[in-house]
């Protein structure tokens, strides 16, 4: 993204009528330790999930982050990198009805 913060949105969405549990995994192709990335998960606006690290090796540590996404709720990741080193979200988790 190439700014001090997250400020890239890489996941955007509103559930619908279920709630969902989700595991949220990341990484980034840095490798200096002279870059930090930063990730941030808002729910509904609010920041839920605000994390920096110096590097991939150390965001990789603070991940998976595990959730419950309630019904209607608008759901936000935001990532950056100040050398716009290339990131990768995965969500994957189950719908309830």
Known sequence: AGASNPDTTALLFTTGNYYATVTINWTSTSTSA??????????????????Q???????????????????????????GDPAT??????LAGRIYR
Do not use: H
């Open 85 to 90: 080193n290339p990131f990768t979200v995965v």
């Open 34 to 51: 002279t870059v930090d990335q930063y990730f941030r998960i808002l729910m509904n606006d609010s920041i839920i999930f605000d994390a």
């Open 53 to 79: 690290s110096e590097d991939d090796e150390a965001a990789t540590q603070q991940s998976p982050v595990e959730l419950i996404l309630p019904s209607y709720t608008k759901f936000e990741l935001k990532v």
